[in-house]
């Protein structure tokens, strides 16, 4: 089936560790993104890739880090910059400039810094 | 003054009850309005897409938007439990994939009692 995978479901690290979380789309989507949800605050976009090899910061990107080395691939890095990393991050990809505007989400990935 | 306002709720109804969620924005640029409902610890998902103003149904659900008032609604006809969810309105004034980023109001929590 079609859709955006991310994994893992959820993952615990130790203060001060990076961590990368995955997230393959199989859409044939040009556009990937990266957004945070903390409770009561929404979405927060993090980083976004229009093409392969490009990306740009979003409104929180301090901290995170991604490539775009594939089409299908958008993995994302939390580093030991990021203050409050503790939160749910959700992986989209959207169709086509001139398509359409809608953006799809994947499941998920909840992240614990203890 | 906040680009999107959503009452955060909760908002509990009986089964059955017309159920009617809102968003007010800021900028009068905004064209793309979008629905979306997530479940507990789950990805949001796609529920309807809107293109300017006017009304959009599907199903339950209707979408309208009143670009004059800066105002969009989603209406919930025969709520069932299985819609409790939390909803989220998002809306861009651009293509998504153009430039990427969708302005996402805060989530309004809705239950349906049985």
């Known amino acids: 089936d079609g859709g955006i995978t991310q994994s893992p479901k959820y993952l615990f690290r130790k203060e001060g560790q990076n961590v990368t979380l995955s997230c393959e789309q199989n859409l044939n989507h040009d556009a990937m993104y990266w957004y945070r949800q903390d409770p009561g605050q929404g979405l927060r976009l993090i980083y976004y890739?229009?093409?392969?090899?490009?990306?740009q910061k979003g409104d929180i990107a301090e901290g995170y880090s991604v490539s775009r080395e594939k089409k299908e691939s958008f993995p994302l890095t939390v580093t030991s910059a990021q203050k409050n990393p503790t939160a749910f991050y959700l992986c989209?990809?959207?169709?086509?400039?001139?398509?359409?505007?809608?953006?799809?989400f994947g499941e998920g990935s909840w992240l614990t810094v203890v | 003054q906040k680009e999107v306002e959503q009452d955060p709720g909760p908002l509990s109804v009986p089964e059955g009850a017309i159920v009617s969620l809102n968003c007010t924005y800021s900028n009068s640029a905004f064209q793309y309005f979008m629905w979306y409902r997530q479940y507990s610890r789950k990805g949001p998902e796609l529920l309807m897409y809107t293109y300017s103003s006017g009304n959009k149904e599907d199903g339950r659900f209707t979408a309208q938007v009143d670009k004059s008032s800066k105002y969009i609604s989603l209406f919930i006809r025969d709520s069932q439990p299985s819609d409790s969810a939390t909803y989220l309105c998002?809306?861009?004034?651009?293509?998504?994939?153009?430039?990427?980023?969708?302005?996402f109001g805060k989530g309004t929590k809705l239950s349906v009692k049985p």
């Open positions: 890739s229009q093409i392969v090899n490009d990306f």
């Open positions: 998002a809306m861009s004034a651009i293509s998504v994939g153009s430039q990427g980023n969708l302005i």
């Open positions: 989209a990809s959207s169709i086509p400039r001139g398509f359409g505007n809608t953006i799809y």
